[in-house]
């Protein structure tokens, strides 16, 4: 019962956070571009570039949010697909990498102190923020299901 439980929440809360992370770098990519570039860099040429790039993180987080609905449709439907504890182990474990993956990458940027002048981006305010304490605890939650599986 447990196992079940914490492997649909966990799918649940992957599904909405790749949702949003979808939405807002695919459709909202020169605002998210705005928190990595600083002003002074935004008549540049590549804030545009910047901005049409981020639109691939937002087709990744769009890949794994319908993964995520995929999986939590065939978990309460019943199906026998992917209904076997190691089976949602693994996947469970994938999307916890994913997250993982989204989160990682800021901990050197947050330890040098995020923005330095024009450099980098900052980890402890705003978006950046949300987005680097909500990956970690996703992916928190995934390993834990995923490790509830084996029970």
Known sequence: MIPNLAYVLALVASAIWFAMAFRYFAYQ????????????????????????????LGGMNGAFAVL????????????ALFAASAERA????????AHFSQ????VPILRNGGRQGE??????????LTIFVVDAVETLVNAGA??????
């Open 29 to 56: 990519q020169e605002t998210a571009a705005k928190v990595l570039i600083p002003p002074s860099a935004r008549s540049s040429p590549l804030f545009l570039t910047t901005a049409a790039s981020i639109r691939f």
């Open 68 to 79: 995520s609905l995929v999986l939590l449709a065939l978990a309460v439907s019943g199906s």
């Open 103 to 106: 989160f990682i990458y800021n």
């Open 119 to 128: 450099a980098y981006w900052p980890v402890r305010t705003g978006p950046m």
């Open 90 to 97: 693994v996947l469970l474990f994938v999307l916890g990498l």
């Open 146 to 151: 995923g490790l509830l599986q084996f029970v």
